[in-house]
Each structure stands twice: as structure tokens, then as C-alpha cells.
């Protein structure tokens, strides 16, 4: 059974930084995409790796978060720096194969909060 876990959020001041990570059991994915949703938004893609290295980030987060990925640790990490309250979301790791109809698959979300 493909399990993905995310870890990493937490609370934090606006201008600081937190790193989410999440790891795939059993597969490895062709994209690995961070999503997030905040309370009574519709869920967006903030970043996506392709396995080929090829990145593209949500405008809103371009040059202040940084999507990284450790292939023989089948991981993948978010850093996000200068966070701004409304960065506040849930933030979920999804993994699809190549394939536009791949089956995806997704993580449990984990909880970010930017607040002073």
C-alpha cells in the first residue's frame, strides 16, 4: 500500500522559514507536488518536481520556496522562506506517475500556521 507521510509544519512568525518534508513508502513517483489549502480556499499547487529535475512553483511562492527532492530516499521537501500569513494553509504532498491518468496519490496534510 503506497503511504505518503508529511512532517514539518508547525507555527512560525512572518519572515521565518519552515521545511516540510514527506516520504513515500513502496514507489517512487514521476511528480511529486506540494498542494496546500487554506480554510474556505479551493486546494492549489505550490510546487512540483518532475523526475528529470524540471520545477514550477505557484506565482505566489516563486523566490521564496524551494521544492527539493532525494530520489534514493524517496523524499520530498518543501523550504519555505519569508512566510507570510497567508502562506496559513494545510499543505499536502501528492505523488502521479507520467501518464495523465495515472492514479495520484496523497499524503495527510500537515498543518501551517505564519501568525504573530
Known amino acids: 500500500q503506497v503511504q505518503l507521510v508529511e512532517s514539518g509544519g508547525g507555527l512560525v512568525q512572518p519572515g521565518g522559514s519552515l521545511r516540510l518534508s514527506c516520504v513515500v513508502s513502496?514507489?517512487?513517483?514521476?511528480?511529486m507536488t506540494w498542494y496546500r489549502q487554506a480554510p474556505g480556499k479551493q486546494r492549489e499547487l505550490v510546487a512540483r518536481m518532475a523526475r528529470n529535475g524540471s520545477t514550477n512553483y505557484s506565482p505566489s511562492v516563486a523566490g521564496r520556496f524551494t521544492i527539493s527532492r532525494d530520489f534514493p530516499k524517496n523524499a520530498v521537501f518543501l523550504q519555505m522562506n519569508s512566510l507570510k500569513p497567508d502562506d496559513t494553509a494545510v499543505y499536502y504532498c501528492n505523488g502521479k506517475g507520467v501518464l495523465s491518468d495515472s492514479p495520484e496519490y496523497w499524503g495527510q496534510g500537515t498543518q501551517v500556521t505564519v501568525s504573530s
Open positions: 513502496t514507489t517512487s513517483f514521476y511528480y
